[in-house]
C-alpha cells in the first residue's frame, strides 16, 4: 500500500511539470512568429517608399522648371527660323512648346517654329527641353525690358504731368452742380443749399495738378444778394454741403428771379480761374413745390463772357522827361461784356507801371456802378526813374469787375509799352516821340 501510494504522488508531481513547459514553449514560438512578421511588413513597407520615391524623383527631374534666378541668362541668338509651309528643306519642323506657367505669349512677340536636325530619341528630347527653356528665358528678358522702358517714361514724367495724364484719361468736360432749393413763405426767405459738384475739368494752368474749387452764388437781377462756399483742396469732385438764406425775397420776385452760379479755381498767387456757371430760372418751377426742399442737378456751362469781346478802353499818355513824370488819363471804355443776365457790370480800372517787367508804382480809378460803358476822367502821375526814359517802362491796365463779397473778376487787360504790339506800341512810340504832348488812343481789351 505504502508503494502504490508512493507511486500515485509521484505521478501527481510529475503531469503539472509537464503542463507548464509545454505552455511556455507556446508562447515563446507565438512571440518569435510575431516578431519575424512585423520585421517582414517594415522590411516590404521600406522597400515600397524607396521604389515610389524614385519614380517621383524622376518624375520631378523630367518636369522641373529652371528659373532665371537659378541659372544666368543666355542671351545667344536662337538658331535659324523656317516657316512650316516653306519648302526649303526637308528636316521636321517642331513647333514651340506652350509655357510651363500657363502664360501666352503677347501678341506680336510669338517665336516662328525652330528647324531641327532629325537625331536618335535622347538628344531630340534633350534639344527640345533646351530650347524650351531659352524660348522662355527670352519671353522673360523682353518683358522685363518692356516693363523696364515703361517705368523709365513714368520717372520722367513730374507727378503734376502723372496726375494730369490720369485725369486727361477720363472725358474731358465741365461738370455738374447739384443744389437745393426751399422757399419759406412766412420769413420771405430763400434758401439754397449747394451739395456738390462732380467731374471738374483740370485746371488750364499747366503749373496746377489739381483743382481748388469754390462756388459763388448771386440772385439776379438786382445782384444783391451774394455768397460763396468754401475752398476744398485738391478735388475734381467737392462736397460743400453749405446753405445760405437769401431774405426779403418777395414770392412775387421768384417767377423773375435767377440763381446765377458760378464755379471757380482758387489760385493763390494770381487771379481765380472761371472754370463755369450755371444760371437757373426760378420761374420754371411750381412755386407751390418751394414749400418743400427740392433738389436739382445742373451742367456747368462756358462762362458767356469768353465768347464776347473784351470791350475798348480810352487812355491818354504825357511825357514830361524835364520832371521825370508819365501822366496817365483814364477816360473812358465802352463795350464791356456783361457780368450777369441783366448786363450789369460795376467796372474800374487799375494801372500799373512796370520797369523791367517789374511793378514799381500802381494807381487805380473808382468804382463805376452798373454800367457796360463806364466814364472815369481821371488824371495819375507817376514818377519816372531818374535819365531812364521810356525805354525800359511800360503801363499795365487792368479792368476789373468790382464785387462786395468776393473776388472782383478781370474783364480785360492792356499793356502799353515798347514790347506791346499794333496800337498799344504804335501809342507809346508816339508818346516817347511827341514830349509834353496829351496823345489819346482807343484801345481794344
Not at 523630367?62 to 509651309?85: C, D, M, N
Not at 462762362?303 to 496817365?328: D, F, M
Amino acid at each position: 500500500m505504502k508503494l502504490q501510494s508512493s507511486y500515485l504522488k509521484s505521478q501527481n508531481h510529475k503531469y503539472p511539470v509537464d503542463v507548464d513547459k509545454g505552455s511556455n514553449a507556446v508562447i515563446a514560438v507565438s512571440i518569435g512568429t510575431a516578431f519575424l512578421v512585423v520585421i517582414g511588413a517594415a522590411i516590404t513597407c521600406y522597400l515600397y517608399r524607396k521604389r515610389s520615391s524614385n519614380k517621383t524623383l524622376h518624375t520631378t527631374l523630367l518636369l522641373k522648371k529652371t528659373y532665371i534666378g537659378e541659372r544666368p541668362i543666355s542671351l545667344r541668338r536662337p538658331t535659324a527660323v523656317k516657316s512650316p509651309g516653306s519648302s526649303a528643306g526637308s528636316g521636321p519642323t517642331l513647333k514651340k512648346s506652350p509655357s510651363p506657367t500657363g502664360q501666352k505669349t503677347p501678341p506680336g512677340n510669338s517665336e516662328p517654329p525652330i528647324e531641327r536636325r532629325p537625331t536618335n530619341g535622347s538628344e531630340t528630347k534633350a534639344c527640345s527641353q533646351n530650347e524650351r527653356k531659352e524660348a522662355e528665358q527670352k519671353e522673360l528678358v523682353e518683358r522685363h525690358s518692356d516693363k523696364a522702358k515703361s517705368d523709365e517714361e513714368c520717372d520722367k514724367l513730374s507727378p503734376i504731368e502723372k496726375e494730369k495724364r490720369l485725369h486727361e484719361e477720363k472725358p474731358q468736360t465741365l461738370g455738374k452742380l447739384h443744389f437745393k432749393l426751399k422757399y419759406n413763405y412766412e420769413k420771405h426767405a430763400l434758401c439754397v443749399t449747394v451739395v456738390k459738384c462732380e467731374d471738374l475739368p483740370s485746371p488750364r494752368d499747366a503749373n496746377l495738378s489739381n483743382s481748388d474749387p469754390y462756388v459763388k452764388l448771386q440772385l439776379l437781377p438786382d445782384k444783391q444778394h451774394k455768397a460763396k462756399t468754401r475752398v476744398l483742396r485738391k478735388t475734381f469732385n467737392p462736397v460743400y454741403d453749405e446753405d445760405f438764406t437769401f431774405y426779403g425775397i418777395n414770392p412775387n420776385q421768384l417767377e423773375t428771379t435767377a440763381l446765377h452760379f458760378v464755379v471757380l479755381n482758387f489760385d493763390r498767387y494770381s487771379r481765380d480761374d472761371i472754370i463755369g456757371e450755371v444760371i437757373y430760372q426760378l420761374g420754371h418751377l411750381q412755386f407751390d413745390s418751394l414749400e418743400k426742399q427740392i433738389s436739382l442737378v445742373q451742367d456747368i456751362a462756358p462762362r458767356s463772357l469768353r465768347s464776347q469781346g473784351r470791350g475798348e478802353i480810352l487812355v491818354s499818355l504825357c511825357y514830361q522827361p524835364a520832371a521825370n513824370r508819365l501822366t496817365v488819363v483814364v477816360l473812358k471804355a465802352r463795350n464791356l461784356p456783361k457780368m450777369d443776365l441783366t448786363g450789369l457790370c460795376d467796372p474800374y480800372v487799375k494801372i500799373y507801371l512796370m520797369y523791367n517787367n517789374q511793378r514799381i508804382a500802381k494807381k487805380k480809378t473808382h468804382v463805376k456802378k452798373r454800367t457796360t460803358n463806364p466814364v472815369f476822367n481821371e488824371s495819375f502821375i507817376f514818377d519816372v526813374p531818374y535819365n531812364e526814359g521810356l525805354d525800359n517802362l511800360s503801363l499795365e491796365f487792368l479792368l476789373l469787375d468790382y464785387d462786395r463779397v468776393t473776388k472782383n473778376e478781370v474783364i480785360g487787360k492792356l499793356e502799353i509799352g515798347p514790347k506791346a504790339t499794333g496800337t498799344a506800341l504804335k501809342h507809346w512810340k508816339d508818346v516817347a516821340s511827341s514830349p509834353r504832348r496829351q496823345i489819346a488812343e482807343w484801345h481794344k481789351l
